[in-house]
Structures are given as C-alpha cells and as structure tokens.
C-alpha cells in the first residue's frame, strides 16, 4: 500500500473523510459528554490537528485518521501537572484556552483511529509518526498522549497501574499500544484514573451494549477496560475509563 497522510489545514477538501468511518469505536464509548467540546469544533477551531491517511490506490476511500488538541500547561494557569481526567480534562483545557484567546504551550493526541477491515496492517506507527511529525511542523516540542491500551479490554479486572507497566522479557510494554508509543520515543509517565466518564440510564445502556444490566454491581462490557458500575436500585449505570498518559519529546 502507497499510503498518503496529510493534515486537513493542508488538504480542506479532504476533511469531510474525516467522518467517513463505521465501526471505529463501540457504541458506548461514543457517549462521553465531554467530546462534543472537541469533535463539534474540530472543522473550525482544530483542523491543522486533524490527519486523515488514504490509498494512493484508493484515494476516495479513508484508511485512517487523527485528531489532537492543543492545551497550556504551566503554574501560571493553575495547571502544574497533567489532568488525571485525561482525555476528557485535555479536551476541557483546550476549549477553554480556545475560547480565552490563549497561546498553547503543548499537545495532547486525540485519537489514532484504523479502519476495522485494516487493522493489524501495520499503520499505527505509520499515523503515530505522521502525528508526531505535524505537531512538530506546528511548532511544538512536546506531544502527550492519554493512551488507550489496545489489549486492556481482555483484562478488565486487571488495574491499569499493574497493566500499564508490565514488560516482555525485551523489556518494551506488553500492550501492543503502548509498545507502539515507547517504540516511537515516547515515555510512560502515569496513570490517569478518570480519562473518560459515561453515565447513563440502565435503559440508555441496555441500548449501548445489548446487555441486560439488570444485576447490581460490576458488569463487564465488551470493549470496555474496567467493568461498568450498575446500581438497578438507581436506575443507572457508569463507566470510568483508565488510560496511560505518555510524553514524547519533539524538540
């Protein structure tokens, strides 16, 4: 495959690929709240963060895309560490610095996302490098990640501080994601606990998932990387995701 990966400021007209995809991401996860902040202003607040990938072969067709969001870090905003909300603080932080007018200090990837039926191909350290070489192109010498390991969905049970740090007898992580990252030049840092929180109604989950929740307690969804909290009693349902902030260093 002649893979072609451009970022939509440089290509405008390629950016309605960006939502060409099915099947991406499980119906559940689309739920978060916090997400419309960035996909809805992604066109006009965040295009030159945004990638798509594309078959020479096929260029009518997507393969692969790619969304980031630029942020301020920094003790003169009250912001002297990483936000353990990850994915759904970062995106917080860069609507806001948007709205007031801010200069971003760093970026925080997004989303690398491969389409289903191309999968195992080999294109995620090819979209891994291309983000890197964009936020570089920005003018950016830091790239942080709130990584969603690949493999934790097979261990749901598994805390995300055991999972993330485990190694092969070569020493790079076990998660083939992660490995991906580290291979690449980026470094662990932490966990952040709450990257992602979905609630909804057991109605609104039973429509989700296909799954009953009509247990109180811990249920494991498919896709998901820890069990969802269900109370039958309340009538709700909850999902707070874990993922791994990771730094790759640019400059």
């Known amino acids: 495959?002649?893979?072609?990966?451009?970022?939509?400021?440089?290509?405008?007209?390629?950016?309605?690929?960006?939502?060409?995809?099915?099947?991406?991401?499980?119906?559940?996860?689309?739920?978060?709240?916090?997400?419309?902040?960035?996909?809805?202003?992604?066109?006009e607040d965040f295009v030159e963060f945004s990638m798509i990938a594309f078959d020479d072969a096929e260029p009518e067709r997507p393969v692969a895309r790619s969304f980031?969001?630029?942020?301020?870090?920094?003790?003169?905003?009250g912001r002297p560490?990483?936000?353990?909300?990850?994915?759904?603080?970062?995106?917080?932080?860069?609507?806001?610095?948007?709205?007031?007018?801010?200069?971003?200090?760093?970026?925080?990837?997004?989303?690398?996302?491969?389409?289903?039926?191309?999968?195992?191909?080999?294109?995620?350290?090819?979209?891994?490098?291309?983000?890197?070489?964009?936020?570089?192109?920005?003018?950016?010498?830091?790239?942080?990640?709130p990584v969603?390991?690949?493999?934790?969905?097979?261990?749901?049970?598994?805390?995300?501080?055991?999972?993330?740090?485990?190694?092969?007898d070569d020493g790079l992580p076990y998660d083939p994601w992660l490995r991906v990252h580290v291979r690449a030049g980026g470094e662990l840092l932490s966990v952040c606990p709450r990257a992602m929180t979905i609630a909804g109604s057991l109605a609104e989950w039973r429509d989700w998932t296909g799954q009953p929740f009509d247990i109180t307690g811990d249920i494991e969804v498919p896709g998901a990387l820890n069990p969802v909290h269900c109370s039958v009693e309340h009538d709700?349902?909850?999902y707070t995701e874990p993922?791994?902030?990771v730094h790759h260093r640019l400059g």
């Open 68 to 77: 980031a969001v630029p942020f301020v870090l920094g003790e003169e905003v």
């Open 81 to 145: 560490v990483l936000p353990e909300d990850g994915w759904d603080g970062v995106i917080r932080w860069g609507w806001h610095d948007h709205a007031l007018g801010r200069t971003p200090t760093h970026v925080s990837a997004l989303e690398i996302a491969i389409r289903p039926d191309m999968r195992g191909a080999g294109l995620a350290p090819v979209m891994l490098a291309a983000m890197r070489d964009n936020v570089k192109r920005l003018g950016f010498d830091d790239l942080y990640a």
């Open 236 to 238: 709700h349902a909850v």
């Open 148 to 168: 969603r390991p690949s493999q934790k969905t097979k261990e749901p049970h598994t805390p995300m501080s055991e999972y993330a740090w485990r190694t092969r």
């Open 1 to 43: 495959m002649a893979l072609t990966v451009v970022p939509i400021d440089e290509r405008p007209d390629l950016e309605p690929m960006l939502w060409d995809f099915d099947n991406l991401w499980p119906v559940f996860l689309q739920q978060d709240p916090i997400s419309n902040l960035y996909y809805n202003r992604v066109s």
């Open 243 to 245: 993922r791994v902030w």
